[in-house]
């Protein structure tokens, strides 16, 4: 059973920098793409961040220069440093990976951020 645990997250306030981690259970494999995703009530679900095993990164131009994505190849986790948070990043946060013709999801963490 594979399945990936997002942690981290709650109720924070505007300016700080909580860390959000996905780890794999029930695998070993490295996947090829992980990534986070979020989500607010009424709005599509947007990419994040993303990394693929060679550590290439991508990042919404939202959240360039705050988030930071990164993972551990060996553990298959992934983590998003998020600093200087802002209201406007309150979503749920979905870990996702990609492992052959697979897509996995988490099933979400919720980030509110408070003024």
């Known amino acids: 059973q594979v399945q990936l645990l997002e942690s981290g997250g709650g109720l924070v306030q505007a300016g700080e920098s909580p860390r959000l981690s996905c780890a794999a259970s029930?695998?070993?494999?490295?996947?090829?793409?992980m990534g986070w995703y979020r989500q607010t009530p009424g709005k599509q679900r947007e990419l994040v961040a993303g990394?693929?095993?060679?550590?290439?990164?991508n990042y919404a131009d939202s959240v360039t220069g705050r988030f930071t994505i990164s993972r551990d190849n060996a553990k298959n986790t992934v983590t998003l440093q998020m600093n200087s948070l802002k209201p406007e990043d309150t979503a749920v946060y979905y870990c996702?990976?990609?492992?052959?013709?697979?897509?996995?999801w988490g099933q979400g963490t919720q980030v509110t951020v408070s003024s």
């Open positions: 990394i693929d095993r060679g550590g290439d990164t």
């Open positions: 996702t990976a990609k492992i052959f013709s697979a897509i996995l």
């Open positions: 029930g695998i070993s494999f490295r996947f090829k793409f």
